[in-house]
């Protein structure tokens, strides 16, 4: 799974090259002329370290998935997917802070007023705040929702998942603004770091402790790279003295709608085998691990570089306000054409990929693998279409969007169908309630003005 961090120093100047006498800077006009068409927001090598920060951390993610089922009975299975989903869906709702400290950075920069004279709140720690707030309500309340949740194993796996949500939300608020700075080599570094210590604490877990708590208390304890960083790294340092750019209140209310559209996100992207249990009978969720596996594997290739370059794309909305919608068009014609693509490879070659490698008991139709690609493929437009609204600075859109897609996919859950049609459905039919709201928006929006740009690292 990728995560999300990193920095920014206190109003930076542009980073641009030096220009021969009477040229202007690389990446700046010429005096007195306004940039046009798209204003930049990454180069090609630190565009090339962000993919390769994605491949390591979908290779990650994909370790896991292939260790876990080796190690554990299909019960078992099922129940560590139930809290990785849990814990991710958890790292996916603070994922608002990341989306909201880029935006509100991005701007903050931009102020007049001297540093030494703001007196906006200090991201980190109001971010820190309300990691530390949800964690402790998820330990107390672990005995009521635990076994919903987590299974017979709650008892063991409330305390890591509440430690791992309270420390993940500084990692979240550092990405954050480093996306808002555009500073991407340092972005992929620490994402790297995140990705390798993640699998490096699951793999020794998987020989000292081959449990469900082992690989639970492993996947959790990586939430402190951030810590960690910040011991060696100035750069994280002034990440952590990163200032909003309005007061307290607002900041906390349009966090709490960007937290509002990452939860609703994280719900369908990485909880959504906790809401298949929810929907489903003991029975029929013992048996779900196939699916389960499925829908993990087919929203991947899609997702998590997505999530990936999810910062990039909010900085490029940022820096492109003046396109309007018309900024969202490329990517989601991209988004689109490897969607159709993949659901046909998928069809074809997903169900003999499971059971060669899983075995005879992973078995899931060509037709429902076609079904969950393009399903990822609505995923990743909705998450496009969310990060244009945030950057337009359509807060209530972006969280309405994401809670329509949603309640929907709850609302076909619960309909009197097989587990593997019910979960097709939900995943395909609700974000595309999310689209309709986005797209409402969106065409209502007028776009606004286009800033400086202000990149960090153009290579």
Do not use: K
């Amino acid at each position: 799974m990728i995560s999300l961090y990193d920095r920014i120093p206190p109003r930076p100047e542009p980073v641009v090259s030096e220009a021969p006498s009477g040229q202007p800077p690389s990446g700046q006009p010429p005096s007195g002329q306004p940039p046009s068409g798209e204003t930049p927001t990454i180069g090609r090598r630190s565009f090339i370290g962000v993919g390769a920060a994605s491949l390591v951390s979908a290779g990650v993610g994909f370790a896991v998935l292939l260790i876990a089922p080796r190690i554990l009975s299909g019960p078992d299975t099922a129940d560590f997917l139930a809290f990785w989903s849990f814990l991710f869906a958890w790292f996916g709702i603070l994922g608002g802070l990341s989306a909201e400290s880029t935006r509100a950075v991005h701007d903050s920069d931009r102020r007049a007023e001297p540093a030494a004279s703001r007196r906006e709140p200090r991201m980190l720690g109001v971010g820190l705040g309300v990691g530390v707030a949800l964690g402790v309500l998820l330990w107390a309340t672990g005995l009521w929702w635990g076994p919903l949740v987590l299974g017979p194993a709650h008892a063991g796996l409330a305390l890591p998942l509440s430690a791992a949500v309270a420390l993940f939300s500084g990692h979240a608020v550092i990405v954050g603004v480093l996306g808002g700075r555009l500073q991407w080599n340092t972005f992929a570094r620490l994402v790297i770091g995140d990705s390798l210590l993640r699998i490096l604490l699951v793999v020794v877990a998987a020989l000292v402790a081959a449990s469900v708590a082992g690989l639970a208390v492993a996947a959790s304890v990586a939430s402190v790279t951030w810590l960690l960083g910040l011991l060696v790294s100035p750069t994280l340092r002034r990440a952590a003295a990163a200032r909003a750019d309005v007061g307290l209140g607002p900041f906390l209310r349009r966090l709490g709608h960007a937290c509002l559209a990452s939860g609703s996100s994280a719900v369908l992207v990485v909880g959504f085998p906790v809401l298949l249990r929810l929907t489903s009978s003991e029975a029929v969720y013992d048996a779900a691990a196939p699916i389960l596996v499925a829908i993990t594997f087919t929203r991947a290739p899609l997702l998590i570089p997505l999530n990936a370059y999810q910062g990039v794309a909010i900085a490029h909305f940022l820096n492109n306000r003046s396109l309007g919608f018309r900024a969202l068009v490329p990517v989601a014609r991209l988004i689109a054409l490897v969607a159709v693509g993949g659901a046909v490879l998928g069809g074809l070659l997903g169900p003999f990929l499971l059971t060669w490698y899983y075995g005879p008991d992973y078995v899931v139709g060509p037709f429902t693998v076609a079904g969950l690609v393009l399903a990822a493929g609505m995923l990743a437009l909705l998450t496009i279409t969310g990060a244009l609204c945030l950057a337009l600075d359509w807060h209530s859109a972006y969280s309405a969007g994401w809670l329509a897609a949603t309640a929907l996919a709850v609302v076909v859950l619960l309909l009197p169908l097989g587990l593997e049609l019910r979960a097709v459905l939900a995943l395909l039919l609700g974000p595309v309630a999310g689209l309709v709201v986005h797209a409402v928006a969106l065409r209502r929006a007028r776009p606004g003005p286009a800033p400086s740009p202000d990149p960090e690292e153009a290579s």
